[in-house]
C-alpha cells in the first residue's frame, strides 16, 4: 500500500553509459531466446521427450465438473465467475477461487509481507517473515483441505491473503492504528475489506481472510474454518522454531506435554496438528482437534505466548514500533501531500492509516528518521511480538 520515497532517486548511484563487455553466462542466456524447434512447435529444451495424452483443454467448466463429484458435502463449489461485488464474466481456464489466488499473489500487499515483521524486526534470511509465514499456512491449509475433501484453492486463497492488513512491525500495529480507526484496527477485517478491495475477491475469500483470527466471528465456509487452524498450527511451530535458531529459547525448555504429544520439532509438530485435524473433521463432520492434541496446541502456544511474544526485550519492541506508526500516522494527517496521490483521501486519517499499513518495517522506520528526524538508536531492533 505504499511506493518508495521519490526523494531518494537522487540518492542512487548515476547509469553507466560506457561499454562493458556482456558476461558470459548472459550471452549464453540470450541464446534461448526462441526456444527450440519440435514437430511443429517450439520447446524449451533441446532434448525434450516428456510426454503425455492429447485431448481438450481441462478448464473451468471440466475442474468444476470434478469438484462436485469429488469434494464432500459442505464443501465450498466454486461456479462461474464467483460472488463478486463487481460482477465478471467467468475465466475460460481457472474457477474463481484459482482466480482470487492468483490475484492476491501478484498483489503488492502480498509482495510487502516479505519486508513485515512475524516474529523478528529486521529479520535475518534464516527468519520468518509475513510472507513465509503465509505460504506455510497456505502448505497446512491445502493438506488439511487435501485430507477432508474441501476445496483446496479457496483455502489456499483465504491462507495467502490471511495477512495482508497487517502493518509494519507485527500486531504493534494494530495497538498503534486502534488510535485512529473508531472502530478499532484489526488486520483480518482490515485486510478484507480495505487493501485487497481493488482485487474484487469472492465474499467466501473475503470472510475467510476477514474472520481468521480466533477472535473473530466463526469464518462461514469449511475452508476458512480450515486456515483458522491452519495459522495457529504454523505459527506455533515455527515461531519455537526461530526463537530456538535466535537464542531466546531452547529445545530443552519446551514443555513435556508438547514434546511428549507432538513431538520436538517443526516438522513433527505440524504432522502430528495436521492429522489431528484431518482425523478430526472426517470423523465429527466439523473442523476441529481432540482434546489431547488440542491440548498440546494450547500449550506451545501458551509456551510461546510467555517465552517469545511478551518477554521483556520484545514488549519493549512494542512499544517502539508503536511510537514510531503513531508518530507517522500524526505527520501524514498534518501534511498529506507527502503521501502518494492515491493516499490523499477526503478521510486524511483513514488514508495516512492505510499508507503506513502498507509500508514494510524498513520503510517505515526509515521514514521515522527521514520525516520525523529520529535517530537510529531510537528506533526498533531485533525481536518484536508475532503472535
Known amino acids: 500500500m505504499c511506493t518508495d520515497d521519490p526523494t531518494r532517486a537522487a540518492e542512487q548511484p548515476s547509469t553507466v553509459t560506457e561499454p562493458v563487455e556482456v558476461m558470459p553466462r548472459a550471452k549464453a542466456w540470450a541464446t534461448t531466446m ?3 524447434e519440435g514437430d511443429d512447435f517450439i520447446q524449451a529444451h533441446t532434448d525434450s521427450h516428456a510426454r503425455m495424452g492429447t485431448g481438450p483443454v481441462l478448464g473451468r467448466e471440466s475442474r468444476e465438473e470434478r469438484e462436485a463429484m469429488l469434494l464432500r458435502p459442505g464443501a465450498t463449489l466454486a461456479r462461474g465467475a464467483g460472488d463478486r461485488v463487481i460482477t465478471e464474466e467467468p475465466d475460460s481456464e481457472r474457477t474463481c477461487f484459482e482466480r482470487d489466488r492468483d490475484r492476491i499473489v501478484h498483489s503488492p500487499a502480498f509482495r510487502r509481507l516479505a519486508g513485515k515483521t512475524q516474529v523478528v524486526v529486521y529479520p535475518t534470511d534464516h527468519q520468518r517473515t509475513r510472507l513465509t509465514h503465509a505460504i506455510e499456512v497456505a502448505q497446512v491449509a491445502t493438506s488439511i483441505a487435501r485430507g477432508v475433501g474441501a ?33 478499532g484496527y484489526d488486520h483480518g477485517p482490515w485486510g478484507a475489506d480495505v487493501v485487497l478491495t481493488g482485487l474484487n475477491l469472492c465474499s467466501q475469500t473475503l470472510d475467510g481472510i476477514r474472520n481468521h483470527s480466533w477472535s473473530r466471528p466463526a469464518p462461514a465456509t469449511i475452508e476458512g474454518e480450515i486456515v483458522s487452524w491452519s495459522d495457529r498450527i504454523a505459527y506455533c511451530a515455527h515461531d519455537l522454531e526461530d526463537a530456538i535458531h535466535a537464542g531466546i529459547v ?9 514434546a511428549a504429544i507432538a513431538g520436538i520439532g517443526r516438522r513433527a509438530q505440524l504432522g502430528t496438528f495436521i492429522r489431528a485435524v484431518v482425523r478430526t473433521t472426517n470423523a465429527t463432520g466439523s473442523v476441529g482437534m481432540d482434546p489431547e492434541t488440542a491440548r498440546a496446541l494450547a500449550s506451545l502456544r501458551r509456551f510461546n505466548y510467555e517465552r517469545i511474544y511478551t518477554r521483556p526485550d520484545s514488549v519493549a519492541q512494542s ?4 511510537e514510531v506508526l503513531h508518530g507517522l500516522v500524526e505527520a501524514y494527517v498534518k501534511r498529506p501531500e507527502l503521501m502518494p496521490q492515491d493516499y490523499r483521501w477526503d478521510d486524511v486519517i483513514r488514508g495516512a492509516v492505510t ?16 520525516l520525523l528526524g529520529w535517530s537510529k538508536d531510537r528506533l526498533p531492533r531485533g525481536i518484536g511480538r508475532g503472535i
Do not use: W
Open 355 to 370: 499508507y503506513v499499513g502498507g509500508m514494510t518495517d524498513r520503510f517505515a522506520f526509515d521514514q521515522a528518521e527521514h
Open 319 to 322: 512499544h517502539a514500533v508503536v
Open 250 to 258: 531452547a529445545l530443552e525448555d519446551l514443555p513435556k506435554d508438547v
Open 151 to 183: 476445496n483446496v484453492s479457496l483455502a489456499d486463497a483465504i491462507a495467502l491473503g490471511h495477512d495482508c492488513g497487517h502493518g509494519p512491525g507485527g500486531h504493534a500495529s494494530e495497538d498503534a492504528f486502534d488510535a485512529f480507526i473508531p472502530e
Open 34 to 36: 526462441h526456444g527450440h
